[in-house]
């Protein structure tokens, strides 16, 4: 596609409810990322996919967290029992490359946990 | 550790220049950026800048780094309703693909 897309824009849940957030990156990006916006904050970096490597999870703030990314391309952020703390808007990137490559963002999902 | 600061708000009348202002922790960083969020939208990338130059100018926009005091700048000429976004100034460190974001500084701009 023409860049990055998210689904859904927006998410309302109830505590304790699972969710799945996914994320198509642009077309031959090898790298992806998630963000997370709370109010307020800056971005706060989640995970990172880069080609067949490991992904970095370095970012993740708990074991209810986790991500996969399917066939190099779509990914899918997890976030188990939800809590209201998690409430934020998260965004995907892709690059073309891991390395100094420019990240493009796409417009996010708006999580809110009731 | 690594942090990025911003203010939080800047108010500017349409026509005169705007000058948001960003300091950094990490003196490995290898790359700066300049991003703009229009409400309900995501990040777009306005500009860079590498950690060897100290101007970067694009059309409206010059940004200025400071590697010494480990501050960057981003000026925008002739301030227009359509700039009013918020801003975040961002780094990435050396070695790590990861960025580092401040919180954003809000611009609005009036009449």
């Known amino acids: 596609g023409a860049g990055v897309s998210q689904s859904p824009s927006n998410k309302v849940t109830e505590k304790g409810k699972d969710v799945e957030l996914r994320c198509d990156p642009i077309s031959g990006h090898t790298a992806l990322y998630w963000y997370r916006q709370s109010l307020g904050q800056g971005l706060e970096f989640l995970i990172y996919f880069q080609g067949n490597s490991a992904p970095d999870k370095s970012g993740l703030p708990s074991d209810r967290f986790s991500a996969e990314r399917t066939g190099g391309s779509v990914s899918t952020l997890t976030i188990q029992r939800t809590q209201q703390e998690d409430s934020a808007v998260y965004l995907c990137?892709?690059?073309?490359?891991?390395?100094?490559?420019?990240?493009?963002f796409g417009p996010g999902t708006r999580l809110t946990v009731l | 550790g690594e942090d990025v600061e911003q203010s939080l708000f800047l108010s500017v009348r349409e026509g005169d220049s705007s000058v948001i202002n960003c300091t950094y922790t990490d003196s490995s960083s290898t790359y700066l950026y300049w991003y703009k969020q229009e409400p309900g939208a995501g990040l777009q990338l306005l500009t860079y800048?590498?950690?060897?130059?100290d101007m970067k100018q694009d059309q409206r926009l010059t940004v200025l780094l400071n590697k010494k005091d480990k501050h960057l700048s981003l000026r925008i000429a002739d301030t227009q309703t359509g700039d009013s976004a918020i801003y975040f100034c961002a780094e990435r460190s050396g070695g790590y693909n990861k960025l580092i974001f401040g919180a954003g500084t809000r611009l609005a701009v009036h009449p």
């Open positions: 990137a892709s690059s073309l490359s891991g390395t100094t490559d420019t990240q493009y």
């Open positions: 800048i590498f950690s060897n130059m």
